[in-house]
């Protein structure tokens, strides 16, 4: 049983090799609602965060398949860079308007800016603020992008990718939705594999959401020690 916000990492294991951007979206829309709830996001607000997730790479459908390995260089690279501009035009294209639509192309164009470093794009002014959602959005996004295997790079465990996206808080990220990644996902995120102190194997499978379980999830046993038996589960590890 998930416990906490585990429920919402599962999804993590869902992969589809045929489709990898259907794979990333679904991902990140998740990602971004656990962290929305983290924060404190209201409940009525929490679909359309998702909506926001799930559909913020929409600039990549316009363009040809294995983006992920396209050579950064050329006219696929510029377009490839140029994604998120791309992504809001193809929102806005859609017939018939409501404040949802406008939310996922702003969205769309925000998520790849740097909090606190803005004005590096030509469409990024500076001067206005970064829509809560493109926060959100950033992080579920940077999250989920370095704990996937592409051909141009190796993913990295979930734990330096947490902690990775922590190190960027105040400059990259956002600190609060950065921060709310660090709660949701614990010391030890979901499906990190531990060594316990009687020489166990152990798959992390949740987190109670309390202090006491940031750093001792629950656990399942995948081999045994002196203390646990492979198939044992463990509340606080």
Same mark, same amino acid.
């Given at each position: ?16 090799? !045929?489709?990898?951007?259907? *794979? ?16 404190? &996001? ?18 990549? *459908? ?27 035009? &193809? ?7 409501? #404040? ?24 990024? +002014? ?5 829509? #809560? ?7 579920? +996004? ?67 959401? +309390? ?18 038996? !492979?198939?044992?589960?463990? !509340?606080?590890?």
């Amino acid at each position: 049983t998930l416990q906490g916000g585990s429920h919402a990492m599962a999804i993590g294991l869902l992969q589809d090799d !045929e489709n990898p951007l259907l *794979t990333h979206s679904l991902h990140v829309g998740n990602l971004a609602v656990a962290i929305g709830r983290q924060i404190g &996001i209201p409940r009525h607000l929490l679909a359309e965060l998702g909506l926001c997730g799930l559909f913020h790479d929409t600039g990549f *459908t316009d363009l040809p398949g294995d983006l992920e390995w396209a050579p950064p260089e050329g006219d696929l690279g510029a377009r490839v860079a140029a994604h998120s501009a791309l992504g809001f035009r &193809i929102q806005l294209r859609q017939k018939g308007y409501h #404040p949802g639509r406008m939310m996922r192309a702003v969205v769309n164009l925000e998520h790849h800016l740097e909090v606190f470093s803005r004005g590096m794009q030509p469409w990024d +002014d500076a001067r206005l603020p970064m829509h #809560p959602f493109s926060r959100i959005v950033a992080v579920a +996004d940077a999250y989920d992008s370095m704990v996937t295997d592409t051909e141009r790079r190796r993913a990295l465990l979930p734990s330096e990718a947490v902690r990775q996206v922590y190190g960027g808080r105040g400059e990259r990220f956002d600190p609060v939705a950065a921060q709310a990644l660090v709660n949701l996902m614990g010391r030890f995120p979901y499906g990190s594999l531990l060594q316990l102190g009687d020489g166990a194997l152990a798959v992390v499978t949740g987190h109670l959401g +309390d202090a006491a379980s940031f750093a001792r999830p629950a656990v399942k046993i995948v081999r045994g020690g002196a203390q646990f038996t !492979e198939g044992h589960s463990v !509340e606080q590890a």
